[in-house]
């Protein structure tokens, strides 16, 4: 029976995705399926992919007209996929020897869940007080008692459901809240199923540095809708995301002279204090505002 479909989003890393593909080609097993995305790579991704689909029929490529970030890529596989549960990989990691056995054994040993956390390599020491699965739910996600990247296995029909914001080249958090929200409570077993490279120039987190005027405008964005989609939970859960976070927010939206829909944001603050210190914040200048954080970027 088909179980899982592999989604691995991959732009100009052909060296990375030809170890990942060959982590997991070796562990195949009947139904499983790989798609890869390819987001308008200009090295030697599309020959490489092109090669390796002529060797492995399980192996389906699709290539994006334009560069176009990661979530669009995920979207346009989730897309494509027919199996029951979805393994989200980037090129840079790697399935263990064993790996996709674990994830399988756990699926069919739990079919009433649909969202798996497994554990990446770097991540072990975290959790190496135990190797017990545990339930965590929505609340654990929304107040960041647990927090981190993992390798996530989902139910298919959720995530075709809940796709990721395709204005955004990254932030994948603002829709993995949805899904763990619907999804709750989700299974994670502590058990190293991949690996991946670290400390890389073009990762997300190096890309998503205040370095720039357009990554504050992005940043801004994305915290905006996080407010927005969550902001009754937060209220509910975790006020104090309602506090000092929500102004480190407002302090972006001034430096993109976005004060109108920084107002809009002060007014959801639970506490009268922080509304005062949002409102003042918002008579800053605009340009001095964003030259401190470029700064700030910069010296960081």
């Not at 979207?75 to 990989?89: H, K, M």
């Not at 056995?101 to 069919?108: A, D, F, R």
């Not at 914001?165 to 058990?191: D, G, H, S």
């Amino acid at each position: 029976m088909d179980m899982i479909t592999i989604v691995i989003p991959t732009y100009n890393r052909a060296l990375e995705l030809k170890r990942c593909l060959e982590s997991i080609l070796p562990q195949s097993y009947a139904g499983l399926k790989v798609i890869v995305v390819d987001d308008a790579s200009t090295d030697a991704t599309p020959q490489l992919l092109a090669t390796m689909q002529r060797d492995h029929a399980i192996l389906q490529v699709i290539r994006n007209e334009k560069n176009a970030g990661v979530n669009y890529s995920r979207n346009r596989g989730i897309e494509q996929a027919s199996t029951p549960y979805i393994l989200f990989l980037d090129s840079d990691e790697q399935l263990l020897p064993g790996g996709l056995l674990e994830i399988m054994v756990t699926l069919q040993a739990n079919p009433h869940c649909r969202f798996f956390l497994f554990l990446q390599a770097d991540r072990w020491k975290a959790f190496s007080n135990s190797n017990a699965m545990r339930s965590v739910s929505y609340q654990d996600w929304i107040c960041e008692t647990i927090s981190g990247d993992f390798i996530h296995v989902v139910d298919t029909a959720v995530m075709k459901k809940y796709r990721f914001f395709e204005q955004f080249r990254m932030f994948e958090y603002l829709n993995w809240l949805r899904i763990k929200k619907e999804t709750a409570p989700q299974l994670l077993k502590p058990v190293v199923v991949a690996e991946r490279e670290t400390a890389r120039p073009d990762s997300l987190t190096v890309s998503a540095r205040l370095n720039n005027p357009r990554a504050i405008q992005a940043q801004f964005e994305s915290r905006q809708l996080y407010y927005t989609l969550y902001h009754d939970d937060l209220q509910r859960y975790y006020q104090r995301s309602l506090r000092y976070p929500l102004l480190k927010t407002v302090l972006l939206g001034v430096a993109c002279n976005r004060k109108a829909e920084c107002r809009r944001l002060i007014s959801n603050a639970g506490k009268l204090p922080v509304r005062l210190a949002g409102r003042l914040l918002t008579l800053l200048p605009a340009t001095w505002v964003r030259k401190s954080i470029l700064r700030y970027a910069a010296f960081k």
